[in-house]
């Protein structure tokens, strides 16, 4: 009998596949991988691809299960609302049960989450509330505490806390895992995963408790949680801070049993980033920013093994959600993760330069429609004036605004009839101080080498420099 979707070679025919009632019967079953590309030895590496659910995340699987379990026990009703705080992908998928089944949903969401998830969100009608991500549990703005606090004071309002909820962990147990063994013939060694909510590692270990205790569950975790120093110490230390999204935290959740973890790893944010760009490069897996971590990590334990071992890590979500951050030369950049070779000059603060074709500009003989437009694509307030690799000039929003604020036929005109021609310049060997004074004027300084225009440094490219400086 030929595979789904593969044409018969004796009736040349495509078997039927079926037809699912709705997008949540597409939820599990995603497909596995061998890694290639990457130095494993003496260890063969594959993925889970959890990023094909119709959400793009693992925490598909737990959100169905999770209002699945709420319905069943009447916590959830027609017209309830769900509340959850999470960290993106557990609420993109709670989102996406809601949207099918009917429910009303607000989330709590940390500051630190990438905007695409959030764009994402607000896409599929959530009330979302941004809190900070910098404060722990007790603090009121805490998300865990903020969600309880929030579902107090709603009427129908029911909090479905990940964190706590057995129906998590119970999702993967049930299907994850059994999936992993089915996939993997039976003959698997160790599985890498990360703890957000402890769902998946909870879940996979009571699995492979049962079917195969030897399977090692190995953490990968990011550099900064207090979770790989718990599991390596069995004391809950200080947490520190970290750009990687969805995995980590200060304390061990309520649902999470750690205790059949063998091993941990504690992976550095710019290690996490680096290592999902380049599985995107090497085997053209998209993957977000704890896939990073998961498969960083999963390497170093395949790397420490004396003899061949099967492992299994996840691609836990789809990196189109990262697109803005680390998969964005400039903001890797920005953020210290890409490094330039320092010059010791002023060209140590230009993230984007001209000669790379990464600034924005326009031609002095360019409409204002035009300056306006990649302004807006741009999001940016101005735009240098180039001819011929030379600056002739900056336009920003007021010239802008002045041109046109009597007569929108304005935007017609040639941008050399608003930009502003007196020029704030800089060799590339001024000071700091040289470049703060022209700031403090509420100006821009215009980097020019024997006249050709380099880039040009804002407020925001002072600070980030300065940033980048602290140790």
Known sequence: MPSPGKVSR????????????????????????????????PCRLFLKLECNNPGGSIKDRMALAMVTAAEQSGDLRPGSTIVE??????????????????????????????????????????????????????????YQDMAARITANTPGAYNINQ??????????????????????????????????????????????????????????????????PYVQTGKLGPSGSYAVEGIGGSCV?????????????????????????????????LAGSSTGTLVAAALRYCRK????????????????????????????????????PATGTLRDLLTRRYEEGAVITVGPDDTLLTAFQRMRIADVSQVPVVEEG???????????????????SHFR????????????????????EDVRRILDQGLVALVVEDDHFLGLITRSDLLGHLRRRLK
């Open 85 to 142: 705080a999470t960290a993106g992908n557990t609420g993109i998928g709670l989102a996406l049960v809601a949207a099918v089944k009917g429910y009303r949903l607000i989330l709590v969401i940390p500051d630190k989450m990438s905007t695409e998830k959030i764009a994402h969100l607000r896409a599929l009608g959530v009330d979302i509330r941004i809190t900070r991500s910098d404060v722990g549990p007790g603090h009121p703005d805490y």
């Open 10 to 41: 004796e009736t040349g025919e495509v078997p039927a596949l079926p037809v699912p009632s709705n997008v949540l019967e597409l939820i599990g079953n995603t497909p596995m991988v061998e890694l290639q590309g990457f130095d494993s030895s």
């Open 163 to 228: 964190f706590s909820n057995p129906a998590n962990p119970r999702a993967h147990e049930e299907t994850t895992g059994p999936e992993i063994w089915e996939q993997m013939g039976h003959e698997v060694d160790a599985v890498v995963c990360g703890v957000g909510s402890g769902g998946t590692m909870t879940g996979l270990s009571r699995y492979f408790a049962r079917v195969a205790p030897k399977v090692e569950m190995i953490l990968a975790d990011p550099e900064g949680s207090a979770l790989a």
């Open 390 to 408: 030379r600056a002739v000039g900056i336009l920003d929003e007021s010239d802008l605004l002045l041109a046109v604020h009597d007569d929108e």
């Open 253 to 285: 959740p309520k649902i999470a049993d750690l205790s059949r973890v063998r091993e941990a790893f504690a992976i550095g944010d710019a290690e996490s980033f680096l290592t999902a760009r380049e599985l995107l490069r090497k085997s053209g897996i």
């Open 305 to 340: 093994q004396s003899a061949p071992k099967r492992v299994v890590t996840f691609v836990c979500d789809s990196g189109n959600k990262y697109l803005s951050k680390l998969f964005n030369d400039y903001w890797m950049i920005d953020q210290g993760y890409l490094k330039r």
């Open 413 to 432: 005109q040639p941008v050399r009839t608003a930009m502003t021609s007196r020029l704030e310049t800089v060799p590339p060997t001024a000071s700091l």
